[in-house]
């Protein structure tokens, strides 16, 4: 009997807990608006992969599987800056790490955009065949001789297909493309030793400004093709 009661109250307690998350996100992470990743390296292959050959780099896996864990916790409006520490990194080899993470997000960010392009395709179909099916339904209707069943299992999954989108699948693929550009538009930066960051307010405006500008710049090349095409 006493254990009983020590169990449900253990599983109040439980119930009553309550993350620390914004606490230690805001004491380790934040500053000014920016999250700051620390990375503690000894060499290039902490950060790409062994099985990469030269010119044709790619992240290691590892390394990826750390950055997006933390960038699952950090709040989507927050830009992201990656401080690599621990080692005295080449300026080519520096060069080469910016490109590769640059690189390897951006590919995601592809990738997510295409699985957008295909899913919004979807949800425009099912919507097609929902009006389509509900139309022949009512016209149908005047005649009861005229089985509908067929009919009836096509509408409800059109309907259900385009709800599901709306409500549960669109925000979904939101919130991946949203992680997904962030991670594109990380800026990197290098150092021996990690000191936690205290951005002024003019570095902080410098991190947000070089952000906006690499996005005008990649949407006026992306105009300029669509012209040329």
């Given at each position: 009997m006493k254990d009983r009661k020590r169990i449900r109250k253990n599983i109040k307690i439980y119930d009553r807990k309550r993350?620390?998350?914004?606490?230690?996100?805001?004491?380790?992470?934040?500053?000014?608006?920016?999250?700051?990743?620390?990375?503690?390296?000894?060499?290039?292959?902490?950060?790409?992969?062994?099985?990469?050959?030269?010119?044709?780099?790619?992240?290691?896996?590892?390394?990826?599987e750390y950055i997006n864990d933390i960038v699952d916790l950090v709040p989507a409006e927050y830009p992201v800056v990656i401080s690599i520490v621990g080692h005295n990194f080449t300026a080519k080899e520096q060069e080469i790490i910016r490109n590769t993470i640059e690189a390897d997000f951006d590919y995601d960010l592809g990738y997510v955009e295409k699985e957008n392009h295909h899913h919004m395709k979807i949800f425009w179909w099912m919507l097609v065949g929902l009006v389509i099916t509900g139309i022949i339904l009512m016209i149908l209707d005047r005649w009861d001789t005229i089985p509908k069943e067929l009919l009836f299992v096509f509408f409800w999954f059109f309907a259900d297909t385009f709800v599901d989108y709306l409500l549960l699948g669109g925000r979904e693929l939101r919130k991946q493309r949203i992680k997904a550009a962030r991670l594109a538009c990380i800026k990197v930066t290098f150092s021996e030793k990690y000191d936690e960051e205290d951005y002024s307010e003019d570095e902080a405006e410098e991190i947000y400004d070089s952000l906006y500008s690499k996005v005008d710049v990649e949407l006026q090349d992306e105009k300029k093709e669509d012209i040329n095409l």
């Open positions: 993350s620390n998350l914004k606490k230690r996100l805001e004491k380790e992470f934040l500053d000014h608006g920016i999250a700051t990743i620390p990375c503690k390296v000894s060499g290039m292959d902490d950060i790409i992969s062994g099985y990469s050959v030269e010119g044709y780099e790619s992240l290691n896996s590892g390394f990826v």
